[in-house]
């Protein structure tokens, strides 16, 4: 390859980077690439016509690559490709409505995926589409998107289960996360009820709309750092508590083979079991996980969760009309 082939080729590939960061004047490019502004003119005309290029123009004279384009010209890895099919069936299960949007990028991803992860995400967005349709929730998610990545700030109508009545909360969004230990979606984001952080299920919405009122997400907002000490959702502004378990021999092989959270420590035990420990902040969110072990599973700590899980015990016994000494 000739020295102006190479050349054209590392303009095409700065280009190409740049756009993907940001909007850019041909005179700008032409400045930060060092190159004549007809130079940048020409190789974009090229770009657009020849090689397709997803270029939308920003603002007057300034372009950049369209995001909702993008995809399709990403060039992965076998592996990296698994990483999508992965997330994209994972999207999948957590559907539990027939949502349109969703489905269609599951199909849109399976257009870029090679045989057999395309078939299986082609097979997801049919899945998908049988679902029963939630006009309401289809509307809420949108709205929430919407105000999300235009940073505005949206009014949306929540009521919590058993509650008389729903409150009302103009939330700024700053993160969607979905649910580790269900098919739940979850928005993050400050309350102006409140003035405080908080977090909503999406499900129990049941009334959004993006208002006029602009919100910019703080520079030291870390969904990661907030979550850090939750066992799936759940934070507060207090200290976690330690959660010691106690795991029979039967059950420590299946225990010891996954990473049930990022702070947990196991030490194996002379019988063949194992004790189990992480940072929890708010313990009633993995009770359900514990309660699922049965008598596998012993709570040592905190005294708190093991007395809960004591009373469950109880309730069980006598719902089963079981005798016994006392508890």
């Known amino acids: 390859m000739g020295q102006r082939a190479n050349q054209r080729a590392w303009l095409l590939s700065e280009m ?35 090689l397709d290029a997803p270029l939308v123009e920003e603002s007057p004279g300034r372009y950049r ?4 384009r993008r995809l399709g010209s990403i060039r992965l890895t076998p592996t990296e490709a698994l990483a999508l099919y992965l997330g994209g069936r994972r999207l999948q299960q957590q559907t539990r409505v027939g949502h349109l949007p969703t489905a269609t990028a599951l199909e849109k991803l399976a257009q870029v995926l090679r045989r057999p992860m395309m078939q299986g995400l082609v097979r997801a967005a049919q899945e998908v589409l049988e679902q029963e349709r939630d006009p309401q929730q289809a509307h809420v998610l949108e709205q929430i998107v919407e105000g999300w990545i235009n940073g505005r700030k949206v009014r949306v109508r929540y009521r919590k289960p058993h509650a008389d009545a729903a409150r009302v909360h103009v939330i700024s969004p700053y993160q969607l996360e979905p649910s580790v230990w269900g098919d739940g979606v979850y ?24 208002t006029t009122e602009p919100f910019t997400i703080p520079a030291d907002f870390d969904s990661h750092a907030l979550l850090q000490h939750a066992w799936g959702i759940w934070h507060a502004d207090r200290r976690p508590c330690n959660v010691r378990l106690c795991f029979s021999p039967r059950v420590a092989p299946r225990v010891r083979e996954t990473v049930w959270h990022p702070s947990q420590t196991l030490r194996d035990l002379p019988d063949g079991g194992c004790e189990w420990a992480a940072q929890i902040v708010e313990w009633r969110e993995m009770e359900p996980w514990v309660r699922g072990w049965g008598s596998d599973v012993e709570v040592l700590e905190p005294a708190e969760l093991r007395a809960s899980v004591i009373d469950s015990v109880r309730l069980l016994a006598e719902q089963y009309g079981v005798r016994g000494p006392a508890l």
Do not use: P
């Open 65 to 68: 690559f369209d995001r909702q």
């Open 187 to 210: 928005l993050i984001g400050h309350s102006d009820h409140y003035d405080a952080v908080i977090t909503l299920k999406l499900a129990r919405i049941e009334h959004a709309a993006v």
């Open 16 to 50: 190409e980077r740049l756009y993907s960061d940001r909007a850019w004047s041909d005179s700008e490019l032409a400045a930060r690439l060092e190159v004549n502004r007809s130079t940048i003119y020409r190789t974009r005309c090229f770009m657009e016509s020849d």
